[in-house]
């Protein structure tokens, strides 16, 4: 397990439903080896004539496929072909595309009926868990049922697939913050200082702090001082003193923030002069929580907007219920 662990030639085996959360998802694990049973071909030839959301991504998935396997020959498509180049790969080896006849392998886990999708998908991935011994072969679901199953079948690699970002650059998306090491005043030294009303703004050197951008936060690690950057120029750069201390002081609807980045999420989404803000980050984080808060806090208690729109997409997964659609 442990000399598994460290291999660095790697066979990820997709769930149709990766493909359905992303169809394009077999571009995202770099220069690795990515399996599709014919299985994953059948579910979403079935999805792709539904008349729901999900559809329209199982038909985006199979033409994707067919993009990259169109000019392969039935022996080239057995053996890989080569994945489109991808921009976030760092490495310039780039993995295959393996079809893979999982009907044709023998039931390899006992005690699972070989008729399940699910079950002949996971007997796919341990029978070339079997094969290929020298390689690390995962098994990549959303179904979490079906990840306790793979792990008693006896597949020692199931993972969910996360690499679910928006953007294609996602290495290249600030954070919203820069930590400066040290203190800052250390670093900084005598600059100018103005008040204006309640509001305090410094004035310190462009190279003070490189590579800044406006509504940027600017935090140290004194767990004290915070700013954000207002504007800057060539020569210098505005700072709006907040201090951590006001950032977690921050109440929206009656939501306060558990750290310093809520903190700073609830101040740019308060402030009305920041006509646009992107949270992102895990699942459970506050995202969603705290931009409805805010939304609120702005409308009912402060009256600055009329109303709220809230968008979401949630495509179906499976079959809905019932003749008729409800409202």
Known sequence: MEKASNLDSKMYVLDTNVLLHEPLAYLSFQEHDVVIPMTVLEELDHIKDRKHDVSRDARVAIRGLDE???????????QGVALPSNKKAKSESRGRLIIVNDHLFADSISGLPGNENDHRIINCAVHLQKQHSDSKVVL??????????????????????????????????????????????????????????????????KSTISDVFCNEYILDESDHFAARVTSYDDKQITLKDISVERLMSHTAWGVKPKNVYQGMALDALLDPSIELVILTGPAGC??????????????????????????????????????LPGT
């Open 286 to 323: 506050g995202k969603t929580l705290l931009a409805l808060a805010s939304a609120l806090e702005m409308i009912i208690e402060k009256g600055i907007y009329d109303k709220v729109i809230v968008t979401r997409n949630t495509p179906e997964i499976a079959e809905s219920i019932g003749f």
């Open 140 to 205: 990549v679901t959303k179904d979490i049922n079906m990840r306790l199953k793979a792990k008693g079948a006896g597949l020692k690699f199931v993972e969910d697939y996360r690499t679910d970002q928006l953007i294609d650059d996602i290495a290249l998306l600030t954070s919203g913050y820069k930590k400066i090491d040290g203190d800052f005043w250390q670093q900084v030294g005598e600059c100018e200082t103005e008040q204006q009303g309640r509001d305090t703004y410094h004035y310190v050197a």
């Open 68 to 78: 990259v396997l169109k000019d392969a020959s039935p022996e080239q498509m057995l």
